[in-house]
């Protein structure tokens, strides 16, 4: 009897505790490092990365958003819309109607933002959760009128342990919990403009930094016990190509400055014709072989890149490794913002935590598939957005998936277990008729008679 009771209640708590460890609602934390380029995995050595990449999944390629920009690219990941819906459209904005200017450093009005609902919003929204920023584009500004309940004003100067201690200490300590959080660093944007990629050796200097910061996430999550039961996402918003002293496309030989304000230089520079349209599209078209001039109607429909207001009459586009300038020397050794079909503007994602499988590599996804997977990690209804789900499908553990490779493997096998079969019904049938005829021959009689007389 007494046994049966003890039995009966250690049932009974085992259940409560499966119950309440099930109905904690899962956490995100989502961390950019700024210019990431994907390769840089393969050329450098990152042994915490790759650490954490041994026990998660790995994306080589994240395809981005044009223009490869930082404020466009970190709005897509957070909202899975292309620039021309979620408003973003480049670091420097202007806005005919209201005449308002955005820039990186003038970026706090939530009329630039509120065309998108960015997932910590939504997020917070949910009864019973809080979200939470250090740092991330667009965190320390009301959009919707909705800040995330902890978030830190942006500041360049604030060390990377600062943001991490906040974080973490948020993730640890708040009611409503913090369900879904964001982390960004500014390197190795910052050193790859200033050295550009191609300088081995500083480069290595600073990706080694990075790779020990990622160290310290990972050390600082696993002290104070948040590792298991967190799904982290390592990420960047575009990569970095080389640029040359020798590729400058100067406008000013082309056209007077007069003629035309300059909303955004380079790589693609937003241009509003003072004078007439046709006439400034005319003499920039024939400016320079390595750039490509398009009037707003005409921008190609793989750059998602068209319908929105802030999107000026006239882009130019310069050729990778080109940098458009108004009559300056190179302002940069490295810089991004170019087509974003070049392998070179791609960043990668790397993902570890409950949600996704171990050991797992994947050749190639779409930024604004981001925003669909984390939704549905967060258990969050997702807005309408450009992404798919079914493409980070193979990277989740809760998710049936089958990539090429598998699909061509279990073809194959089918139609070789079908020949076999084939093969065998055949043998076994001709096997079956065989002895017919020969029994026939033994029992004739004339069988000892000779075949020729
Ligand atoms: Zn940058």
Redesign the pocket.
């Given at each position: 009897m007494k046994l049966l009771v003890i039995l009966l209640f250690s049932g009974l708590t085992t259940g409560c505790r499966g119950n309440s460890s099930h109905s904690l609602p899962p956490k995100l934390l989502l961390v950019s490092f700024?210019?990431f380029r994907a390769d840089y995995l393969q050329n450098y050595e990152f042994p915490h990365l790759q650490n954490f990449i041994k026990e998660g999944v790995l994306v080589e390629h994240v395809k981005n958003v044009f223009i490869t920009k930082?404020f466009p690219n970190h709005y897509s990941i957070v909202t899975g819309l292309y620039e021309e819906s979620h408003g973003i459209v480049a670091n420097s904005m202007y806005d005919v109607i209201t005449k308002k200017h955005f820039s990186d450093f003038d970026d706090k009005d939530p009329f630039w933002w509120n065309e998108a609902v960015p997932i910590w919003v939504t997020n917070q929204l949910q009864e019973n959760r809080s979200s939470a920023a250090a740092m991330w584009p667009g965190t320390d500004v009301p959009i919707h009128n909705t800040t995330p309940s902890y978030f830190m004003n942006y500041s360049s100067s604030v060390s990377f342990e600062e943001r991490l201690n906040n974080i973490t200490m948020w993730l640890m300590n708040s009611n409503p919990p913090v369900t879904f959080a964001t982390l960004y660093w500014e390197e190795p944007?910052a050193s790859g403009?200033k050295y550009g990629p191609e300088d081995k050796e500083n480069m290595y200097r600073v990706l080694k930094e990075v790779d020990n910061l990622i160290g310290e996430l990972v050390h600082k999550l696993k002290v104070l016990g948040l590792w298991e039961n967190l799904n982290v996402i390592i990420t960047s918003d575009h990569g970095m190509t080389q640029c040359s002293k020798d590729r400058l496309i100067n406008l000013d030989l082309c056209i007077d400055r007069s003629s035309y304000t300059l909303i955004d230089l380079t790589p693609v520079a937003a241009v509003l014709p003072k004078i007439n349209t046709t006439e400034v599209y005319n003499r920039l078209k024939v400016c320079n072989p390595h750039m490509n001039v398009y009037l707003k109607e005409d921008i190609p429909a793989r750059f998602h890149y068209q319908h929105n207001d802030r999107i000026q009459p006239i882009i130019l586009v310069a050729d990778e490794g080109w940098t458009i300038v108004l009559n300056k020397s190179l302002p940069k050794l490295g810089d991004?913002g170019y087509d974003n079909s070049l392998s070179s503007m791609h960043p990668f994602l790397a993902a570890h935590g409950p949600a996704f499988h171990k050991g797992y590599k994947h050749s190639t996804i779409n930024s604004v598939d981001i925003y669909p997977m984390m939704c549905h990690i967060l258990g969050l209804q997702p807005h309408p957005n450009n992404g798919t789900f079914g493409h980070t499908k193979c990277l989740l553990v809760d998710q049936w998936c089958i990539n090429l490779p598998e699909a061509i493997g279990i073809v194959i096998g089918a139609l070789l277990v079908l020949t076999t079969l084939t093969c065998l019904i055949i043998i076994m049938q001709n096997r079956l008729s065989v002895p017919r005829p020969f029994s026939r021959l033994q029992l004739q009689e004339d069988d000892d008679d000779p075949l020729i007389e």
């Open positions: 700024d210019g930082t944007d403009h991004h």
